[in-house]
């Protein structure tokens, strides 16, 4: 759940969303705030003239006798919780509706009428001396009262609605942005795992912005597209047109082998020849195949191989040459066996490339392990030898396609097998490490599993 | 047998022609798809060779026309060099093997017969003999001349192989991929070891040899 807010809270159409939001309630409460200051102020203005104009009114009558009179006879009139009339006498007699005492909390207004003790509520009085008397006038602030409560109200029954409305139509929109830019990302996602026909699916709901995006986006989709396509019909044309040359000279060396005496010296020549244009199809047929792979082809027939059979296999079938060699081939599998998404026969290519450079660079005798393991949630397919390994300077090098160590110039190989080895692997999305086996070269692939 | 060749090369078709009339076929040769297609479709054929780039119509266009005709005839597919998508599509389109260019002679020869026997009734069967030797397929039991031979799994697949298709030559790579289950060449001489040791265990021991190399081409084991 946290994750999800915090994923939410990271996409920008709902951050967007959230603080727009945010201003606008902020707004709406200082707005309020100020028109309730500014209301209640004037109503405060309101009630003290009136209270000016009560104290005016009592200034008028002529002397103490006629003050009480009045105050008397307009407190019988008025409603205490409003109006609240009280006038100490120059012989100390209280008159009026109510008195004014003070204590340690402040003010209190308290009924002369012995069946309400206290008046409850904010009041605003006005004192004066009067005739050598006390004259005071109070006057409710409940109106002022009232008028929070009517802000509170307003408050409540607009403003919050408001903001929710607001929120989740916000939501809403962000949660319909964040879609778009999903289908733009998850198009994105397959144009750069090698799904060349990828595009984004633009929808007629889309902002201005997002389709200009989307269409941008294809349009570098469609010219790479086209780019590969190009290269492809390259390669494939150079495939065609080496193809009849090559098995022209396979026929003629074949008709010339009929031709000349078995165990003779052109017999010999011959053979030579043939092992010569075998060689060279290797190469090429290396090359094209690399350029596939590099293209991500091969990706669009992969299904599950168990890749602890392929060890199988291809260990045994190297077993015969190591013997040959004095090598010591061996495999150690944890697994019995271990799927994983790819193309069987690159995958056993890749091994077949790897056992055979351990073979053709280490000196009779020496040990070659093939390894499968599991770890950290990943599967490690390991070869290493404790032959004279590669120089670290070297390391990155011997990827490269056609780079030869300046000592192996003269062992047989084209230098494309570790390129390849490399090209099987990121297409498998698997990592290459040559790490030093101390003595030796080890070869680590970590395929996710 | 009778057999249809789509091949633009004129060097390369007149060659396996020739090859393959001196192995006693009939062998008709066109050069281009659209009349390969129309021999393809008037005649009856028991194997067609098709090359998968052909001037005018091309050879998968050719193989799926015949396929869509319901023409069943087995068809090797011939491709260009390292193209594995070219393989991939062809077999897709309904080829029932392919060869890559340069192909020797042998290993075409070897494949067109193994596509017009494809069908076998003795795959059902549960013991495979030829000659004095005997292969029981249940008690997976090896004997000749009534003598038991201890065979490796390996050994005992790949004497299988053979006794399936007897008296037909399998070339190396046929045998990598069938026996071993492995589409790609290693370059090693695995197959050439592993029939070394079987013929050390069937043969060496008798007088007769049951295992045939057949030059150029690959190995037998006779009839």
């Not at chain 1, 949660?175 to 990302?185: G, L």
Request: some cysteine.
């Amino acid at each position: 759940m946290k994750d999800r807010i915090r994923q939410l809270w990271r996409s920008m159409p709902i951050r967007l969303a959230i603080l727009l939001v945010a201003l606008f309630a902020v707004v709406s409460l200082l707005s309020l705030a100020a028109s309730y200051a500014v209301t209640q102020s004037s109503f405060e203005q309101t009630i003290r003239a009136d209270l000016r104009q009560d104290l005016a009114g009592f200034r008028a009558a002529p002397n103490a006798r006629a003050v009480a009179l009045l105050v008397d006879a307009e407190s019988r009139e008025a409603d205490p919780n409003r109006l609240i009339l009280s006038y100490i006498g120059p012989d100390g007699r209280i008159y009026g509706n109510g008195a004014i005492a003070q204590d340690d909390e402040g003010f209190h207004i308290f009924s002369l009428n012995p069946e309400r003790a206290q008046f409850s509520g904010d009041y605003l009085s006005l004192t004066d001396t009067l005739y050598g008397g006390l004259i005071t006038v109070a006057r409710s602030r409940a109106e002022i009262v009232a008028l929070r409560d009517v802000f509170v109200n307003i408050l409540l029954i607009s403003l919050l609605p408001t903001v929710l409305i607001a929120l989740s139509g916000g939501l809403i929109l962000a949660r319909r942005s964040k879609r778009h830019v999903e289908v733009v990302s998850s198009a994105l996602d397959r144009m750069t795992s090698g799904d060349l026909g990828a595009r984004v699916t633009i929808g007629p709901r889309w902002s201005d912005d997002l389709v200009r995006i989307g269409g941008k986006l294809n349009q570098m989709a469609g010219a790479q597209e086209a780019q590969m396509k190009a290269l492809k019909g390259v390669s494939s044309d150079i495939a065609h047109d080496l193809k009849t040359p090559l098995q022209r000279v396979a026929v003629y060396l074949e008709e010339l082998e009929a031709k000349v005496d078995e165990d003779g010296e052109v017999a010999a020549l011959v053979s030579k020849t043939q092992d010569e244009v075998n060689d060279m199809t290797r190469v090429f047929q290396s090359l094209l195949q690399l350029a596939q792979v590099e293209a991500g082809s091969p990706r669009n027939r992969f299904e599950k191989v168990d890749l602890a059979q392929v060890c199988r296999t291809v260990v045994e079938v190297f077993e015969p040459s190591a013997v040959a060699s004095h090598h010591h081939l061996t495999l150690t599998a944890d697994l019995e066996e271990a799927f994983i998404k790819g193309d069987r026969a690159l995958l056993g290519q890749m091994l077949s490339n790897l056992i055979e450079n351990a073979l053709r660079h280490t000196p009779d005798g020496s040990h070659v392990s093939v390894q499968l393991t599991a770890q950290d949630g990943q599967l490690k397919l390991i070869v290493a030898d404790n032959g004279p390994g590669i120089p670290a300077d070297e390391k990155d090098k011997v990827v490269q396609r056609l780079y030869r160590l300046d000592r192996s110039r003269h062992t047989p190989g084209h230098g494309l097998g570790l390129s390849l080895v490399e090209a099987v692997a990121g297409l498998h999305g698997a990592t290459v490490e040559l790490a030093d086996n101390a003595p030796g070269l080890r070869v680590e692939l970590s395929f996710p599993r | 047998m009778k057999l249809l060749i789509v091949e633009d090369d004129a060097t390369t078709g007149a060659y396996i022609a020739r090859g393959l009339r001196e192995e006693g076929h009939v062998v008709d040769l066109f050069d281009d798809g659209k009349s390969g297609l129309i021999a393809a479709t008037s005649t009856s054929y028991d194997v067609m060779i098709l090359d998968r780039m052909l001037p005018g119509v091309d050879g998968l266009t050719v193989l799926k026309t015949l396929r869509g005709a319901g023409i069943k005839t087995p068809v090797l597919l011939l491709t260009a060099l390292g193209d594995v998508d070219d393989r991939i599509e062809g077999l897709h389109a309904g080829a029932d093997d392919y060869l890559a260019k340069p192909f020797v002679f042998g290993e075409l020869s070897a494949r067109v017969s193994a596509l017009a026997r494809r069908p076998q009734a003795i795959e059902n069967e549960t013991v495979l003999k030829t000659g004095d030797l005997e292969m029981n397929l249940i008690t997976r039991k090896v004997t000749r001349s009534g003598v038991e031979l201890d065979l490796l799994p390996r050994e005992f697949a790949l004497l299988e192989h053979l006794l399936r298709r007897k008296g037909r030559v399998q070339t190396r790579t046929m045998l990598l991929e069938s026996v071993w289950d492995i589409g790609f060449d290693p370059g090693t001489n695995v197959v050439e070891t592993h029939i070394s040791r079987l013929r050390a265990k069937v043969d060496k021991p008798f007088d007769r040899e049951l295992i045939e190399t057949v030059r150029g081409a690959g190995y037998r084991i006779a009839a």
